[in-house]
Nanobody, 124 residues
């Protein structure tokens, strides 16, 4: 059974930078696409970024505004999300997800394995 564990969240101020980590276990990580989603109260999970299995192709959601950068290190079963110049609207729970699907990957329903999330709170 695959498992994902996120870390790196916390309370930061606007303009700060932070890096979230996602560590996978129980699956051949290098064969999965991996993604980050964000959820805020009363909103559906929003697609933030994803990488293909090799990490050579990245896609970013429309709200990222060029401030987010995703990477992965398959040799340590890890994926990362860097957020630069954080804004108040970046507040939310950030989830890591993995999937072997190749279509509709901007939809949360297309992802098979989810972590429990890490909370990011941005204050002014």
């Amino acid at each position: 059974q695959g498992r994902l564990v996120e870390s790196g969240g916390g309370t930061v101020r606007t303009g700060d930078s932070l890096r979230l980590s996602c560590i996978a276990s129980g699956v051949p990580f290098e064969t999965y696409s991996v993604a980050w989603f964000r959820q805020t109260p009363y909103e559906e999970r929003e697609f933030i970024a994803r990488l293909n299995p090799s990490g050579s192709i990245a896609y970013y959601g429309g709200s990222t505004g060029g401030r987010f950068a995703m990477s992965r290190l398959n040799n340590v079963n890890a994926a990362y999300l860097e957020i630069n110049n954080v804004e108040l609207d970046d507040t939310g729970i950030y989830y890591c997800a993995a999937s072997r699907r190749t279509v509709d990957l901007d939809l949360s329903t297309s992802w098979d394995i989810w972590g429990r999330g890490t909370q990011v709170t941005v204050s002014a």
